[in-house]
C-alpha cells in the first residue's frame, strides 16, 4: 500500500536544506536531545574518584551518542575521559585493545608518553603502528589471541591498571567509559566478572561508567549473587519524554523550512519508543516532505512505508530462517500486542496449546525480535512489525494498514 502525496508546490524549485535528522553512528550537537538527568549523573561519574555507574537499557535509546556527548564536554573543560567501545570484539584481546588505542587517541592529545607508560605496564608484547589519521595504533601481539583464558583476562586487567597507574603519576583523574562491557562475561564468564570487580576496587585515580544493552544478561551480571553485585550505581535509560521529541521533530523540520504542526507527535506514536527509530521515521518524512514546505501525516505514514521497503531484503531473510510457528507469533502479534494463548487467536493464527505458543514469544524476546511489556508481547522494531503486516499478515487472512497499532488494535 502506498500513500498518495501532493504535488509540489512552487517552493520545489527552491534550494532545499540539507536534512536535519541523523541516524547512524554516534551523534550530537544539534542532532542530539535532552538526556539533562542522564548527562548530569554521567559527568558526576566519570569526575569523582571510585564513583562507579552502570548505564543500561535497550538497544536504539541513544546511551552511546549520550555517553559520547558528556565525554566531549568534559573534555572541552580540561577533564580526562577515554571511551572504549567493545561491541564488535570477538576476544578478551579485543577488549584489551579497543582500551589501549582509546586511552592512547584521548589521554595521547594532553600527555606525550602515554603509549609508552600503557606499553610499560604490560607483560606481553605491544606493536604499535599508525592508524589512516597518523595516530599511534596500539594493539596486542597476534599471539595473544590464542593463549589462555586466564592469560587475555590477566591482559585486559592489565591494560586497565596500566590506565591507573599514568592516572596516578600525573596526580590526576580518568574517566573510563567501557561501552557494551557486557561483552567481557561473553568471553570469560564470571572469572572475568571478578576480576572487573577486583580491579575497579583497587583503582583510586579512575572511575567506570559501564555501560550495555544486553539488559537480560546485564541484570544477572548485577545479581545478588553474581560479582559485580552493588559495586556499581545502575542508571536506567529509558525512552525520551515523548511530548518533548515530538516538540523536537517539529522544530527541527521547520529548521530545515518544512512546517510542522503535530507531525513530531505522529512520528514519536508511530516509531517511538526508541529514540532512533523516531529518528529515522522523522528524517524519512522530511525527505517526503521537503518538496512541499510543509509536513503531513500522509507524509508520515508514506516515510514509514519507504522505510519498511528499504529493510526487505535483511528483514526477508530473517523472516526465512523461523519455524512457522515463529512466524505465525510474529503474524499475531503484529495484530494485537495481547492475546497470544486466547482460544480465538491461537485459532486464527494455528499457534497450538498455549504453553508452546508462549514459549516460542519468549524464544523471540531472546532473539531481540520481540520485547515482553506490560501490554503483552510488541515488537522490538516497529518497522520489522511494518514488513509483517505489509507482507505476511495476508497468508493468515488479515489485512490491516501498515501502520496499525498493535497495543491499541487500530490504525495509528
Do not use: C
Not at 480465538?344 to 508452546?356: I, N
Not at 519468549?362 to 518497522?383: C, I, Q
Request: glycine residues 8%; proline residues 6%; positive net charge.
Amino acid at each position: 500500500m502506498r500513500y498518495p502525496t501532493p504535488r509540489p508546490s512552487a517552493r520545489s524549485r527552491v534550494a532545499e536544506p540539507e536534512n536535519p535528522f541523523r541516524v547512524g553512528g554516534i551523534v550530537g550537537g544539534r542532532h542530539f536531545t535532552d538526556r539533562a538527568v542522564e548527562r548530569r549523573r554521567i559527568r558526576r561519574a566519570l569526575t569523582e574518584p571510585q564513583d562507579h555507574l552502570l548505564v543500561f537499557g535497550p538497544r536504539r535509546m541513544g546511551k552511546s551518542s549520550t555517553l559520547r556527548v558528556v565525554q566531549d564536554e568534559l573534555t572541552a573543560r580540561g577533564k580526562h575521559v577515554v571511551a572504549a567501545d567493545l561491541s564488535t570484539a570477538s576476544s578478551l584481546t579485543d577488549l584489551t585493545n579497543r582500551v589501549l588505542q582509546a586511552a592512547q587517541a584521548s589521554l595521547g592529545r594532553v600527555w606525550r608518553d602515554v603509549l609508552t607508560s600503557l606499553v610499560q605496564g604490560l607483560s606481553v608484547k605491544i606493536g604499535v603502528s599508525m592508524d589512516p589519521a597518523g595516530v599511534p595504533f596500539p594493539s596486542v601481539d597476534v599471539s595473544v589471541r590464542d593463549a589462555s583464558l586466564a592469560t587475555q583476562r590477566d591482559t585486559f586487567g592489565g591494560a586497565l591498571d596500566a590506565i591507573e597507574r599514568l592516572a596516578a603519576a600525573k596526580r590526576a583523574h580518568v574517566g573510563l567509559i567501557l561501552d557494551e562491557f557486557q561483552e567481557i562475561h561473553r568471553f570469560g564468564g564470571e572469572s572475568a566478572e571478578a576480576h572487573l570487580r577486583s580491579i575497579i576496587q583497587n583503582h583510586k585515580h579512575v572511575s567506570y561508567v559501564l555501560a550495555g544493552s544486553d539488559e537480560r544478561l546485564i541484570r544477572a551480571m548485577i545479581g545478588p549473587r553474581r560479582p559485580l553485585y552493588k559495586l556499581l550505581e545502575p542508571l536506567a535509560f529509558g525512552p525520551i519524554d515523548a511530548a518533548h521529541l515530538a516538540r523536537w521533530v517539529d522544530d527541527r523540520l521547520r529548521s530545515a523550512a518544512v512546517e510542522a504542526r503535530g507531525i513530531g507527535e505522529a512520528v514519536v506514536a508511530l516509531a517511538g519508543p526508541r529514540t532512533r527509530d523516531v529518528v529515522q521515521l522523522a528524517r524519512a518524512t522530511f525527505e517526503v516532505s521537503r518538496r512541499f514546505g510543509a509536513a503531513t501525516p500522509e507524509h508520515v505514514a508514506e516515510a514509514f512505508h519507504q522505510i519498511v521497503l528499504s529493510e526487505d531484503a535483511p528483514v526477508r531473510a530473517q523472516w526465512a530462517e523461523l519455524s512457522p510457528l515463529q512466524q505465525n507469533v510474529l503474524r499475531a502479534a503484529s495484530v494485537a500486542s495481547a492475546g497470544l494463548t486466547r482460544g480465538a487467536v491461537r485459532r486464527q493464527f494455528g499457534l497450538g496449546d498455549t504453553g508452546p505458543a508462549s514459549k516460542t514469544a519468549a524464544t523471540l524476546v531472546g532473539k531481540s525480535v520481540l520485547v515482553k511489556t506490560a501490554r503483552g508481547y510488541e515488537y522490538d522494531n516497529p518497522f520489522v512489525r511494518g514488513w509483517v503486516i505489509a507482507n505476511a499478515l495476508a497468508d493468515a487472512g488479515v489485512a490491516l494498514p501498515i501502520t496499525h497499532d498493535p497495543a491499541a488494535g487500530q490504525p495509528r
